[in-house]
T-cell receptor, first 115, second 112 residues
């Protein structure tokens, strides 16, 4: 089955620790995205990548870092510099190269709680 | 900067009603618009994608329209069912294709 997987589903960390969220897709999509969702708010873009070894900051990149070493994988690290890391994190991918962009598909999400 | 709003924020209807959800965006220079459904605690499920050159798309009981010049899209749900209860979000992709901007969503409850 093609799709996007995120792990783990729930993650608990102590304040001051870095944590890495996994996102893998087997849809052969070029573009991948990380969003954050807070209660009662829409999704906000953290980072996106349109090609391997390249990524761009979204609206709320401060305190986060990413890498894109493989087409299938786009891990997100939440660093200790992120002031309010507790949130629901969603990974997405879409076809996107040569000016042609398709539907965005989402993973099931990771709920991060930092205490 | 693109801004997306959705009206109403919440909606409760009896089963069987036809209903319309609204999405507005401030910059008409969009590449496409996508409607999603989100169940509590879950990821987003794509419902319909409308390219900027299209006026509407249909899938089963769902019909989405796009009026790019006025910055509006509507999602029409026919003969609503309790299983349609969820939050519905719209998102617009900018004309460079690089970025999606999401609306805050409409929380729909369909009562049996």
């Amino acid at each position: 089955d093609g799709g996007i997987t995120q792990s783990p589903k729930y993650l608990f960390r102590k304040e001051g620790q870095n944590v890495t969220l996994s996102c893998e897709q087997n849809l052969n999509h070029d573009a991948m995205y990380w969003y954050r969702q807070d209660p009662g708010q829409g999704l906000r873009l953290i980072y996106y990548s349109q090609i391997v070894n390249d990524f761009q900051k979204g609206d709320i990149a401060e305190g986060y870092s990413v890498s894109r070493e493989k087409k299938e994988s786009f891990p997100l690290t939440v660093t200790s510099a992120q002031k309010n890391p507790t949130a629901f994190y969603l990974c997405a991918s879409s076809r996107g190269n040569r000016g042609v962009f398709g539907e965005q598909y989402f993973g099931p999400g990771t709920r991060l709680t930092v205490t | 900067k693109q801004e997306v709003t959705q009206i109403p924020a919440a909606l409760s209807v009896p089963e069987g009603e036809n209903l319309v959800l609204n999405c507005s965006f401030t910059d008409s220079a969009i590449y496409n618009l996508q409607w999603f459904r989100q169940d509590p605690g879950k990821g987003l499920t794509s419902l319909l994608l409308i390219q900027s050159s299209q006026r509407e798309q249909t899938s089963g009981r769902l019909n989405a329209s796009l009026d790019k010049s006025s910055g509006r899209s509507t999602l029409y749900i026919a003969a609503s069912q309790p299983g349609d209860s969820a939050t519905y979000l719209c998102a617009v992709r900018d004309n460079y294709g690089q970025n999606f901007v999401f609306g805050p969503g409409t929380r729909l409850s369909v009562l049996p």
